[in-house]
T-cell receptor, first 114, second 115 residues
Framework: GQQLNQSPQSMFIQEGEDVSMNCTSS?????WLWYKQDPGEGPVLLIA?????ELTSNGRLTAQFGITRKDSFLNISASIPSDVGIYFC??????????????FGTGTLLAVQP | DAGVIQSPRHEVTEMGQEVTLRCKPISGHNSLFWYRQTMMRGLELLIYFNNNVPIDDSGMPEDRFSAKMPNASFSTLKIQPSEPRDSAVYFC?????????????FGEGSRLTVL
């Protein structure tokens, strides 16, 4: 089946540092998304990417949809303590107008030291 | 606006017992997903529905698991009989289903412990 591998598995950084994480797939996706999960909560969407090569920002977050459509990366600039959580990439293959299944990556645990 | 509502939030049961998890999606959303999260396997898609119809249940572990969506505002995930390896957090998520944005809205999850 489809697999999404994220790296690194975990990161322990100082407040103010920049963060980079990436996601690779054995399959092509039409949509790449990045979610964040806080403890005791469900994942929440951060950024969505719909075109190969697309670079999108959301505040301090920047994500890119790889040209091959098999990878994506997420950058967080000037990290703050509330950035702590698990970050997941997700890929979706879209057909027609119905929502198709979202496959999640293995997750990157981010810890930020104040 | 109410988000996705799941119940129970926590359940502790004994091996062999039947477990029923419930989900109320966001009103107007026509896609519903059940995921299972464990440390070892991460977030696994179990099944998803479009317009109350199951589209893909290939992630359902085995016959002990079943899911239903009798109407647009309610879904259940049932495990019978439950086993200790079913212990996990089970998430329900819904999506508007239009424009294929890929955005899923997750509930807070149901944490299941099977002793």
């Amino acid at each position: 089946g489809q697999q999404l591998n994220q790296s690194p598995q975990s990161m322990f950084i100082q407040e103010g540092e920049d963060v980079s994480m990436n996601c690779t797939s054995s399959s092509i996706f039409n949509t790449w998304l990045w979610y964040k999960q806080d403890p005791g909560e469900g994942p929440v969407l951060l950024i969505a990417l719909y075109k190969a090569g697309e670079l999108t920002s959301n505040g301090r977050l920047t994500a890119q949809f790889g040209i091959t459509r098999k990878d994506s990366f997420l950058n967080i600039s000037a990290s703050i303590p509330s950035d702590v959580g698990i970050y997941f990439c997700a890929g979706q293959t879209n057909y027609g107008g119905a929502t198709n299944k979202l496959i999640f990556g293995t997750g990157t645990l981010l810890a930020v030291q104040p | 606006d109410a988000g996705v509502i799941q119940s129970p939030r926590h359940e502790v049961t004994e091996m062999g017992q039947e477990v029923t998890l419930r989900c109320k999606p966001i009103s107007g959303h026509n896609s519903l997903f059940w995921y299972r999260q464990t440390m070892m396997r991460g977030l696994e898609l179990l099944i998803y529905f479009n317009n109350n119809v199951p589209i893909d249940d290939s992630g359902m572990p085995e016959d002990r698991f079943s899911a239903k969506m009798p109407n647009a505002s309610f879904s259940t995930l049932k495990i019978q009989p439950s086993e200790p390896r079913d212990s996990a957090v089970y998430f329900c998520a819904s999506s508007p289903g239009r424009r294929n944005t890929g955005e899923l809205f997750f509930g807070e999850g149901s944490r299941l412990t099977v002793l």
